[in-house]
């Protein structure tokens, strides 16, 4: 069984310009969850999906960011436009529905450089 | 606001030996606690969730205990082997899913 994968491995782009991140979640996994580590920092939670719906967004840092999930499968998330502090690891989780919801699998992450 | 704090950032350990590595937390009534392990360039891997009505969880040369008067859970490695070396991450959760991260310690067992 393939795990989840994310696209692309490592982004380096300069302030102001658009990055976009794919998430590819297990098949089956109805929750999908971002995460980002900023360097020195522990890893924070971004947000989480249910399927194609938002259930939590409190951990967005502002509106330049935006993720979605269309049709309830892979979920990208946009910074746009970035900036220097947006530099670190994007993670991206999935877990299944239901009591085995707590184990989620964490994909390999980007590493994103705003320079 | 909500703190995790793990005992050290790197701990070096004798293989051989039990590699005990610390969890604290304050401001946060977790229902649950979970170890993760990660390995450089790779993302956390989910080793073991323990409940907040729950002592101590096993699974093969890993124990976890949790103590929800003391704020703190200990993670053993029992028999440490050189391959056990990586940053060990403490999470804590409630019944929304949203986890909590400490920043991890680095362990490194030493042949």
């Known amino acids: 069984e393939a795990g989840v994968t994310q696209f692309p491995s490592h982004s380096v782009i300069e302030k102001g310009q658009t990055v976009t991140l794919r998430c590819d979640p297990i098949?089956?996994?109805?929750?999908l969850y971002w995460y980002r580590r900023v360097m020195g920092k522990e890893i924070k939670f971004l947000l989480h999906?249910?399927?194609?719906?938002?259930?939590?967004e409190s951990g967005m840092p502002n509106n330049r960011f935006l993720a979605e999930r269309t049709g309830g499968t892979y979920s990208t998330l946009k910074v746009q436009p970035a900036e220097l502090e947006d530099s670190g690891v994007y993670f991206c989780a999935s877990s299944q529905l239901g009591v085995s919801s707590y184990e989620q699998y964490f994909g390999p992450g980007t590493r994103l450089t705003v320079t | 606001s909500q703190k995790i704090e793990q005992n050290s950032e790197a701990l070096n350990i004798q293989e051989g030996k039990t590699a005990t590595l610390t969890c604290n937390y304050t401001n946060y009534s977790p229902a649950y606690l979970q170890w993760y392990r990660q390995d450089p360039g790779r993302g956390p891997v989910f080793l073991l969730l323990i409940r907040e009505n729950e002592k101590e969880k096993r699974k093969e040369r890993l124990k976890v205990t949790f103590d929800t008067t003391l704020k703190q859970s200990l993670f053993h490695i029992t028999a440490s082997q050189p391959a056990d070396s990586a940053t060990y991450l403490c999470a804590l959760l409630n019944r929304d899913d949203k986890i909590i991260f400490g920043k991890g310690t680095r362990l490194h067992i030493l042949p």
């Open positions: 999906f249910v399927k194609e719906s938002k259930q939590d």
């Open positions: 098949s089956g996994h109805d929750n």
